[in-house]
């Protein structure tokens, strides 16, 4: 999986927006779920996204509920993940994901994923 960030770097002020994208070339990313997980300095990864290939459903970490939304293009085979009224402690490497499952899972548990994009930091300070 290739997962890029666009517009700003990665680098973002408080309130800001970022968009992040996936992308898979060894595989169908239309057929799966796409995930979107974090990892901040010195805390373990977490799971912040999710939707699924046959619907669009889509799940949320409460932390980000209202803020985040994320949506795929299956004719392109690609997956985003839209941050707005970002704030300090979504600061963390962001790294999108898929279990090769068609649904996204109850939980969103970086031990339920098998292929990973390589990540990105996103860094939101003034």
């Known amino acids: 999986l290739m997962c890029s960030c666009r517009r700003g770097g990665g680098l973002v002020q408080p309130g800001g927006s970022l968009r992040l994208s996936c992308a898979a070339s060894e595989f169908r990313l239309d057929f799966y779920a796409i995930y979107w997980f974090r990892q901040a300095p010195g805390k373990e990864r977490e799971g912040v996204a999710c939707i699924s290939s046959i619907d669009s459903s889509t799940k949320f970490v409460d932390s980000v509920k209202g803020r985040f939304t994320i949506s795929r293009d299956n004719a392109k085979k690609t997956g985003s993940l839209q941050l707005n009224s970002l704030k300090s402690e979504d600061t963390a490497v962001y790294y999108c994901?898929?279990?090769?499952?068609?649904?996204?899972?109850?939980?969103?548990?970086?031990?339920?994923?098998?292929?990973w994009g390589e990540g990105t930091l996103v860094t939101v300070s003034s």
């Open positions: 994901a898929t279990d090769l499952n068609a649904l996204c899972r109850a939980r969103l548990r970086r031990d339920d994923m098998i292929h």
